[in-house]
């Protein structure tokens, strides 16, 4: 049985255009398997390589401390990309968002699904700070966060070996504090 605190981060969280639905293991490989032949998105969430169905099988696993939402419009009812967080022991919950419906690009999902997550769970006891990697060409990334207000925490230095094109990348960190997004939000219920 799910504990209390537990079944937070499984109820559905509703935004002004999306559903955003939890995962099962095998609700989560479906409503990734399509990042995993997109070059685009495996050079932007750095990854390392292509992948077996198996392999991304076993890489879309959902347990307590790893959760995928699926991103679902609300208007046509399909699924247009996915959220992913994995909360440490450390209290730092590592988000990662794609949206890989084209239609979509360019037209505020991250802000609004992203926004909608770190609201349902910034007062959460587990998660005392959001974070991201983003790898330093992925420039629409990086501005979305800083549009979110997280703030620049630093580079990393060529620590990335693209797999498409070998060469060494950076590597840009972003962090939000809980208590700095309940306070820009004045959302302290």
């Known amino acids: 049985?799910?504990?209390?605190?537990?079944?937070?981060?499984?109820k559905a969280i509703r935004t002004?255009?999306?559903d955003v639905v939890n995962c099962n293991w095998i609700e989560s490989y479906r409503v990734t398997e399509i990042w995993r032949n997109d070059d685009d998105v495996i050079q932007?969430?750095?990854l390392d390589k292509k992948y077996t169905n198996l392999q991304w099988m076993k890489r879309s696993r959902v347990n307590?401390?790893?959760y995928t939402h699926a991103i679902v419009d609300r208007e046509k009812k399909k699924t247009i990309g996915s959220h992913k967080m994995s909360i440490s022991?450390?209290?730092?919950a590592g988000l990662i968002i794609v949206v890989h419906s084209p239609r979509f690009h360019g037209k505020g999902v991250f802000?609004?699904?992203r926004a909608a997550i770190i609201d349902k769970f910034c007062h959460h006891?587990?998660?005392v700070r959001f974070g991201a990697r983003v790898r330093a060409r992925n420039f629409q990334s990086i501005f979305n966060y800083q549009k979110l207000g997280f703030r620049f925490v630093g580079y990393q230095r060529k620590c990335l070996v693209n797999s498409l094109t070998k060469e060494h990348e950076d590597?840009?960190?972003?962090?939000?504090?809980?208590?700095?997004?309940?306070?820009?939000?004045?959302?302290n219920d």
């Open 1 to 10: 049985m799910i504990g209390q605190s537990q079944s937070e981060f499984t």
């Open 16 to 18: 002004k255009r999306f």
């Open 44 to 46: 932007n969430l750095m």
């Open 64 to 66: 307590d401390k790893r």
């Open 89 to 92: 022991d450390d209290g730092s």
């Open 111 to 113: 802000e609004e699904v």
């Open 125 to 127: 006891p587990k998660i």
């Open 171 to 187: 590597i840009v960190l972003f962090e939000m504090l809980s208590e700095d997004w309940i306070s820009a939000r004045g959302k």
